[in-house]
């Protein structure tokens, strides 16, 4: 593609994409702890954090986007990787099957009575290589240089 010389201005979808990427990255929040009960869970979280972090490339540019989250995608998925390995292996220490998982019931000071399962841990696992495939994916495609 030829270059013409003429700068565009995109203030306007650089304001709104702010504003959306910041409401989208809560309601990857919101999916992944309603998992468990509902629609959702660390891999739907995963693409839509991923759609969140698209849509800062699109508003702005590769070399700004990684500036702004310098994050080697092939790591975080390698890390998110091991948590779901290391929780499905931890099972076998307390003499269960393989991805067995507990759940139980803490006080914590703010929230009161919260619900706690280890498959949180799993999903985070998942949540991280999904973020970081997706990414490695659409960088590598994206990338001219």
Request: without cysteine.
């Amino acid at each position: 593609m030829k270059k013409t010389g003429i700068k565009t201005n995109d203030v306007i979808l650089q304001t709104v994409a702010k504003l959306v990427v910041f409401i989208v990255l809560i309601f990857s929040f919101h999916l992944f702890f309603t998992g468990h009960n509902a629609p959702g869970g660390g891999f739907v979280s995963g693409l839509v954090t991923a759609g969140a972090i698209v849509l800062l490339l699109i508003a702005f540019d590769i070399k700004t986007v990684k500036k702004i989250l310098p994050i080697n995608y092939i790591k975080v998925a390698a890390f998110g990787l091991l948590i779901a390995v290391l929780t499905g292996i931890g099972s076998f220490f307390f003499g269960v099957p393989f991805l067995s998982h507990t759940h139980g019931h803490i006080h914590l000071p703010l929230l009161g009575d919260s619900h706690l399962a280890t498959a949180v841990l799993f999903d985070l696992g998942v949540y991280f290589v999904v973020v970081g495939i997706t990414m490695t994916i659409i960088l590598t495609i994206g990338e001219t240089e």
